[in-house]
């Protein structure tokens, strides 16, 4: 059977009649608001991102846990902020991503999160540099009943691979993925689907091929390849692709470059999905990485409060009215993934 198929299956086999309902509301309201342009919003988020930390131990160039660039705190997410955020949320959640900034293995409690998420029928996944996948996360991963586990693969040797992930080694990322799949046969278990996330930037563009060849050779589910965010992409980047098809940037007749999508006046995450930090801050979505467009917090409020509230309903309507004029959404590409 189709791997991709029995993933779709396993996400369907999630549904609820009142997650379905909650779908439809979502969808409604997001189409009434594009027609009136008027922020309109009905329902509960399909899919969140919970950040497990902001700590990271590899050192990319374009991320802000890699570079240490965070104008916030760096820390764990706690067992009682993830809890009061699952309890609320679970009834109309289909899809909870334990990924925001940084490592999530590093954070001890992540695959309890992930158990207790896995009880409230939530599709989980999750995304990392597999430094950390040895024998016993390996075997405890599978057994969280984890849906999906992205491994960040941007090279397949090590001269390569280490051009864009500064300190890491790809014989680990090898070893875990191998110890992934070992384990999913020994316990006869479908999950987790595993996903090879190849970043095309310049330096590994020559090897989208081989990372294919590989994928196959170790029993990965899939390949996906995804195009790099450059922070400062005006002037140009030796990380930009000089495959068309993998940048997310044109160079103009003057020499500066420029951003292909264009900033139209509507987003779907804004209606059906959100973030919330290791400390509980909610914002809007991944582009926020130094949440500066805090809408709410969960030390402090229930997540109802915040989703449906003045702040959020505000942030929208502006969006609708200028997107062009908030600041994250100026290197926003939507659909930052080729699939493979």
């Known amino acids: 059977m189709n791997r991709n198929f029995t993933d779709g299956m396993n996400y369907a086999s999630k549904l609820t009649l009142l997650r379905l309902w909650n779908m439809f509301q979502l969808v409604g309201s997001y189409w009434l608001s594009k027609i009136t342009k008027r922020a309109n919003h009905s329902g509960m988020p399909i899919s969140i991102s919970l950040e497990p930390t902001t700590s990271c131990n590899l050192r990319c160039p374009e991320c802000p846990s890699g570079i240490r660039s965070f104008s916030r705190d760096t820390g764990m997410l706690t067992d009682e902020i993830f809890q009061k955020t699952i309890d609320e949320l679970a009834p109309r959640l289909t899809y909870l991503i334990f990924y925001f900034q940084g490592e999530p293995y590093l954070n001890t409690s992540f695959l309890n999160h992930v158990k207790y998420a896995s009880t409230k029928k939530i599709y989980t996944a999750t995304s990392t540099n597999a430094h950390y996948l040895h024998d016993k996360n390996a075997k405890a991963t599978v057994e969280s009943g984890l849906d ?117 006046n509507h987003c779907w995450k804004m209606w059906h999905s959100c973030v919330i930090t290791w400390d509980g801050k909610v914002v809007p979505c991944c582009f926020d990485k130094d949440a500066h467009y805090q809408l709410g917090s969960m030390q402090a409020q229930s997540f109802q409060q915040v989703w449906k509230g003045k702040a959020y309903q505000s942030f929208r309507q502006s969006l609708i009215k200028s997107r062009s004029e908030i600041e994250m959404c100026k290197n926003c590409s939507e659909g930052t993934r080729v699939w493979a």
């Open 148 to 264: 999906r586990l992205i491994i960040s693969i941007d090279g397949t040797t090590q001269e390569t691979y280490e051009q864009y992930r500064i300190g890491g080694k790809l014989k680990k990322v090898i070893e875990g993925t191998k110890n992934i799949i070992r384990w999913k046969k020994e316990l006869k278990s479908k999950t987790p689907h595993v996903i090879f996330q190849y970043l095309v930037v310049k330096p590994n563009q020559h090897q989208l091929d081989d990372v294919q060849k590989l994928a196959t050779a170790l029993g990965v589910d899939e390949v996906a390849f995804k195009t790099a965010q450059i922070y400062d992409y005006e002037n140009g980047s030796e990380l930009i692709p000089t495959i068309e098809k993998y940048a997310r940037y044109r160079q103009k007749a003057n020499g500066k470059w420029e951003i292909k999508n264009r900033l139209l």
